[in-house]
């Protein structure tokens, strides 16, 4: 099926809209946007557009806004109260800041949030403030033990952040060898899968997205190894669920952690130098390929957003357009 070639002040204009029809204020309709549209304009589609589906049910299970119930010297626990993601996310992102600029460090948990997008954007949101990021958090039923079939633990993300001075340095990876939006999206545009990611419940891969049951970690017994300690510090240290425990996304935790760069150096300017430095030396690599380049992580993302935002436009899967466009005339998704 073709794609649908759109403006992008179209899509705006009609997120705007399914925002408001669905209940969601303007201040985290912004969030919202700005989370979800970002991703698809970097060419990250699994945490792109698709993620307003569940909007409706998401609107549903709010309770209130996130509220801060323990604060012990620079930590914080946070209950979302169920609000939406990027809203809490943001909650959280600002928290850390405000505390890192006031003792060089702080460390948020949260729990009962709804789910959001990437974390990169949360990230970067920290290093603008000039401080270092480190953010995680479960992500639900996925990955499965090397060798084996049941699913025990989340595709556990991480994402590290360094202020340079320029655009920040972000490293922003799922531990499982794919991420599950990718069976939610091609469920959505009716393609298969990959090969060889996702297995079915006998053991067997399958390209069929209502057959995926789990997913290896990357880099087999050290890339489960770190998705479960991800999953204790986001889950048992948070006070939320874990492994098989976890029935929905209200149990799941998050964890944010903000330093201040200038912690243990005179200031904070020699921190960002040095590694801009090094992020020049890692560009400027010899390659074995001649043709090809080294790049920082985060950088094909940032090209990627830098020409959709040139150009203006944005090519869609009709059925989820059709989707999108239904929500904004109150429709649920």
Request: with cysteine.
């Amino acid at each position: 099926m073709s794609l649908l070639i759109l403006r992008l002040e179209d899509i705006r204009s009609v997120l705007v809209q399914l925002c408001a029809a669905q209940g969601v204020d303007p201040t985290s309709a912004q969030y919202l946007i700005e989370d979800y549209l970002g991703a698809e304009l970097s060419g990250i589609r699994t945490h792109g557009l698709i993620k307003f589906l569940p909007l409706p049910r998401a609107v549903q299970s709010r309770v209130g806004s996130p509220k801060i119930v323990s604060a012990q010297g620079c930590t914080f626990l946070v209950d979302a109260q169920r609000e939406l993601g990027p809203v809490s996310a943001r909650f959280c992102a600002d928290l850390a800041i405000d505390q890192a600029r006031q003792s060089g460090l702080a460390i948020v948990a949260m729990r009962n949030s709804a789910r959001y997008g990437r974390l990169a954007p949360y990230a970067e949101r920290i290093t603008q403030s000039g401080l270092i990021a480190l953010l995680s958090n479960q992500g639900g039923l996925a990955i499965t033990p090397p060798g084996g079939i049941t699913p025990v633990l989340g595709a556990n993300p991480l994402c590290i952040g360094f202020p340079t001075g320029e655009a920040p340095l972000i490293i922003d990876f799922a531990t499982s060898h794919a991420v599950w939006s990718e069976v939610l999206l091609a469920s959505l545009e009716g393609t298969e899968l990959r090969p060889e990611l996702f297995y079915d419940q006998s053991g067997q891969f399958t390209t069929v997205p209502a057959a995926a049951y789990a997913v290896d970690s990357f880099g087999g017994a050290k890339g489960f190894g770190l998705a479960l300690a991800l999953e204790i510090l986001c889950g048992a240290l948070t006070g939320a669920k874990m492994g098989r425990q976890v029935k929905d996304e209200y149990d799941l935790g998050y964890l944010l952690i903000a330093v201040d760069p200038a912690l243990w150096r005179s200031d904070a300017a020699g921190f960002m130098g040095e590694v801009s430095q090094l992020g020049q030396e890692i560009r400027d690599a010899v390659m074995r390929d001649p043709q090809m380049q080294a790049r920082l992580p985060g950088d094909r993302a940032r090209e990627e957003r830098q020409r959709r935002d040139a150009v203006g436009t944005l090519s869609l899967h009709p059925q989820l357009w059709e989707r999108l466009r239904a929500m904004a005339e109150g429709s649920p998704a």
